[in-house]
């Protein structure tokens, strides 16, 4: 594998690609967990082909019309769940159908043959160009800047944001700064695993990492590391069997949420037991 690395720049770009993912994936990705926001996070990541779409009608780079689209929905979405409690998630999922009509009646209106859209749908890590890996540093750096600056307050926003509110905390910013977060952080995603599988690679890991620890910091670590073992074996998987990046990586972080879910409540039913003794 060191010596394939060694001899072809692709490969060294989709790794580099891979690592970057999980480390936005495992911050990110704590917050929408312990958060509730899957829901909405689907949403946004879903809008975001029409942005795809609106980037190859319109003649100019398909990531930053996701990216522009995405950061749209986020704050709509984020108005929207603010100030129509119940209500918001049939809202949700009519952005979330909607953003995926535009984009494929944008393509439709095209003229000549429609361009191939299963990387941005399924993901396909081994075609990243050096242009995307540059905006997923960025990304990332500024990701990890946020959380880091505002660490305290993402941990009193996590705990209960009633009470952060009324010590003063401004809750708001946090959310809306959140969901622009989530925006970037799909946008990230979107050439890795794809639209379709987005959800899983944000929650996975984040999910496998809830069930090993409490603490904020170490789940962010270990959410980190498990995404980075989830893309590197995906690649390597993908490499050598000819078989889709995004699938393979997606199927890998599934299964192992499960494993860790099995031992896990193994576990605590062991520890039942003995405290019925």
């Given at each position: 594998?060191?010596?394939?690395?060694?001899?072809?720049?692709?490969?060294?770009?989709?790794?580099?690609?891979?690592?970057?993912?999980?480390?936005?994936?495992?911050?990110?990705?704590?917050?929408?967990?312990?958060?509730?926001?899957?829901?909405?996070?689907g949403g946004i990541a879903h809008t975001a082909y029409g942005g795809v779409g609106l980037g190859y009608f319109f003649g100019f780079e398909p990531i930053l019309g996701a990216l522009a689209v995405s950061v749209a929905a986020s704050c709509s979405i984020g108005a929207v769940k603010r100030?129509?409690?119940?209500?918001?998630?049939?809202?949700?999922?009519?952005?979330?159908?909607?953003?995926?009509?535009?984009?494929?009646?944008?393509?439709?209106?095209?003229?000549?043959?429609?361009?191939?859209?299963?990387?941005?749908?399924?993901?396909?890590?081994?075609?990243?160009?050096?242009?995307?890996?540059?905006?997923?540093?960025?990304?990332?750096?500024?990701?990890?800047?946020?959380?880091?600056?505002?660490?305290?307050?993402?941990?009193?926003?996590?705990?209960?944001?009633?009470?952060?509110?009324?010590?003063?905390?401004?809750?708001?910013?946090?959310?809306?700064?959140?969901?622009?977060?989530?925006?970037?952080?799909?946008?990230?995603?979107?050439?890795?695993?794809?639209?379709?599988?987005?959800?899983?690679?944000?929650?996975?890991?984040?999910?496998?990492?809830?069930?090993?620890?409490?603490?904020?910091?170490?789940?962010?670590?270990?959410?980190?590391?498990?995404?980075?073992?989830?893309c590197t074996a995906g690649l390597a998987a993908s490499y050598a069997f000819n078989i889709p990046s995004g699938a393979a990586i997606i199927l890998l972080s599934v299964a192992v949420y499960f494993a860790v879910y099995a031992a896990t409540r193994g576990k605590r039913a062991n520890m039942?037991?003995?405290?019925?003794?």
């Open positions: 594998m060191l010596s394939m690395l060694a001899e072809y720049q692709f490969l060294r770009y989709a790794l580099i690609a891979g690592l970057l993912t999980s480390v936005v994936c495992g911050i990110i990705g704590v917050i929408i967990v312990e958060k509730k926001l899957v829901m909405l996070t100030h129509t409690g119940s209500a918001a998630d049939v809202i949700i999922a009519m952005m979330w159908s909607a953003g995926m009509a535009m984009g494929i009646l944008l393509i439709a209106l095209m003229p000549g043959y429609p361009p191939d859209l299963n990387s941005y749908l399924f993901g396909n890590i081994l075609s990243v160009t050096r242009t995307e890996l540059i905006t997923e540093a960025i990304v990332c750096a500024a990701v990890c800047l946020v959380v880091f600056i505002f660490y305290n307050d993402w941990k009193a926003y996590l705990f209960d944001s009633e009470f952060s509110a009324i010590l003063g905390l401004r809750v708001t910013v946090l959310e809306y700064t959140l969901l622009v977060m989530t925006a970037l952080t799909v946008v990230v995603l979107i050439r890795t695993v794809g639209i379709i599988l987005i959800l899983a690679l944000l929650t996975a890991p984040a999910a496998a990492a809830s069930m090993v620890s409490k603490k904020m910091s170490t789940r962010m670590i270990i959410s980190v590391v498990l995404g980075a073992i989830y039942c037991k003995i405290d019925n003794k």
